[in-house]
């Protein structure tokens, strides 16, 4: 579906970003794998083979950001059709313990990462359209104690995304976003939740979906393949849940 493609995707080096790596080319796509560290860059590129390139970045950082786009642009002989932004951090705090430092980091990884990377392949997207697939998270969409300043940055991806739907509907590309529940078998709880109680965590929020279970990279793959392929191509500036049934569900655990 994705044949002769060019793909941007950040946080490439583990979890979900490999998941999505690895359908995006298992399905023909060319595939830039973006990502902070070289090394974890590097085994993702192993494991896909050829149609790939390493442009190690950091979404912080506008230099790196308009590199990337940049070393896209070539890769796609001038063209990028999709770009799928993953790359994000987690992290807790109570809002009165939650500084500005706190909140700095997070909406600038969560929002103005994917912001300045949209930004820059726009003018090689609009040459002959695309998909843009943002992935925020179910805490943008709810709110859940510890989490406003993460919360906040995810919600407002969303809000950028649908705006540049609207935007950049004219030029053929679309824009439509993910919201994952938690999804195990990914380093996002590095930093946020102590190693020691990690496993518990995983295990009580997997009674607290409906359909029983966490997500696995794999389930955020197949729905990023549905957006960045013709499957959706009359979508654009759609929310997708991507939770389980989390959405719909209260904070009690399921009784059976």
């Known amino acids: 579906m994705l044949q002769d493609k060019t793909a941007i995707v950040t946080g490439a080096g583990t979890g979900i970003g490999r998941a999505i790596a690895r359908t995006l080319h298992a399905h023909g796509a060319r595939v830039v794998l973006a990502g902070r560290r070289q090394d974890r860059l590097d085994a993702t590129a192993a494991l896909l083979g050829d149609r790939t390139r390493v442009v190690p970045t950091d ?4 230099d790196q950001v308009q590199a990337l786009a940049a070393a896209a642009a070539e890769f796609g002989q001038g063209r990028i059709d999709i770009l799928v932004n993953n790359a ?16 700095q980091t ?8 994917p912001r300045r990377l949209m930004a820059a392949v726009l003018p090689a997207m609009r ?6 697939v943002n992935i925020p998270s179910i805490a943008g969409e709810h709110a859940f104690p ?5 919360g906040a940055a995810k919600r407002a991806l969303r809000h950028v995304s649908q705006v540049l739907a609207m935007e950049e509907a004219a030029h053929g590309i679309r824009v439509n976003v993910i919201c994952p529940g938690v999804v195990e078998d990914t380093d996002l709880l590095e930093g ?6 990690q496993a518990g965590f995983l295990t009580t929020f997997a009674g607290l ?9 794999d389930d955020v793959a197949d729905a990023v393949l549905f957006f960045a392929s013709p499957l959706s191509r009359w979508i654009t500036g759609a929310v997708l849940p991507l ?14």
């Open 59 to 62: 979404v912080t950082v506008p």
């Open 146 to 150: 510890g989490a406003a300043a993460y």
């Open 106 to 113: 997070l909406m600038d990884v969560n929002c103005w990462g």
């Open 192 to 197: 946020a939740v102590p190693p020691d109680k």
């Open 243 to 256: 939770d389980g049934g989390r959405h719909l569900a209260t904070n009690r655990p399921r009784l059976d």
């Open 209 to 217: 979906h409906p359909l029983g279970r966490n997500g696995k990279p």
């Open 88 to 103: 994000g951090v987690m992290r807790f705090a109570p809002f009165q313990q939650a500084d500005e430092a706190h909140w």
């Open 127 to 132: 040459r002959g359209g695309g998909s843009i």
